[in-house]
Nanobody, 119 residues
Framework: QVQLVESGGGLVQAGGSLRLSCAAS????????MGWHRQAPGKQRELVAA???????KYADSVKGRFTISRDSAKNTVYLQMNSLKPEDTAVYYC?????????????WGQGTQVTVSS
């Protein structure tokens, strides 16, 4: 059984910063791509940022230059540093990981953490 546990969400004023963390635990051999998605009320879930096992990164255009994704592969943990936050960044943020476990590689999701940016 693999669990992704997120932390770091909260309420912040526009222009502020937050750092999200997501740790994968369980019978894990390794983690491949890890990333963050978000879903605002009435909108579809969208990719925010992702980082591969090699360290390559991908960002949504809306967060480029403001958000930074990083990982600690030894700890199967991914981070999202969010700076210069805007009200439109308000959403539930979900951690995602492709995890190699006994039996194969599977996708796992965290429970979500709320990020609210006030104007």
């Amino acid at each position: 059984q693999v669990q992704l546990v997120e932390s770091g969400g909260g309420l912040v004023q526009a222009g502020g910063s937050l750092r999200l963390s997501c740790a994968a635990s369980g019978s894990i051999f390794s983690s491949n791509t890890m990333g963050w998605h978000r879903q605002a009320p009435g909108k579809q879930r969208e990719l925010v940022a992702a980082v591969g096992s090699s360290g390559s990164t991908k960002y949504a255009d809306s967060v480029k230059g403001r958000f930074t994704i990083s990982r600690d592969s030894a700890k199967n943990t991914v981070y999202l540093q969010m700076n210069s936050l805007k009200p439109e960044d308000t959403a539930v943020y979900y951690c995602h990981a492709e995890v190699l476990v006994p039996g194969g590689e599977y996708d796992y999701w965290g429970q979500g953490t709320q990020v609210t940016v006030s104007s």
